[in-house]
């Protein structure tokens, strides 16, 4: 069964970083790719950064230039990491990844999700 966890978040000030790490283990057959959400307080969740399996990457607007996104797979573990830079007070949320892996016995992506890290950044 696939399992999702996130590590990496903590409190910083604003300008330092942090790097999240997420890793989607066991009963993989294959990926689609690799996500990171994040929710702030009173807001819905955002699509922060995307990697496909082909190394191709998204960003949300607001962290182009300052969030980077990359990614380490073995079998039947795909690790996935977002390095954060230049954290600004708005990047305070809770953030979570989102696992797109074919799971065996199945032909198609299906989402697995982690349980979130709170990343704080204060002033």
């Known amino acids: 069964q696939v399992q999702v966890e996130e590590s990496g978040g903590g409190s910083v000030q604003a300008g330092g970083s942090l790097k999240l790490t997420c890793v989607a283990a066991?009963?993989?057959?294959?990926?689609?790719?690799m996500a990171w959400y994040r929710q702030a307080p009173g807001n819905e969740r955002e699509l922060v950064s995307r990697i496909f399996a082909q190394g191709q990457t998204t960003y949300v607007e607001s962290v182009k230039g300052r969030f980077t996104i990359t990614q380490d797979y073995v079998k039947n573990k795909n690790t996935v990491y977002l390095q954060m830079d230049g954290l600004k007070t708005e990047d305070t949320a809770v953030y979570f990844c989102?696992?797109?892996?074919?799971?065996?016995?199945?032909?198609?992506?299906?989402?697995?999700w982690g349980r979130g890290v709170q990343v704080t950044v204060s002033s």
């Open positions: 989102a696992a797109e892996i074919i799971p065996r016995n199945h032909r198609t992506c299906q989402t697995y």
């Open positions: 066991g009963g993989i057959s294959g990926r689609c790719g």
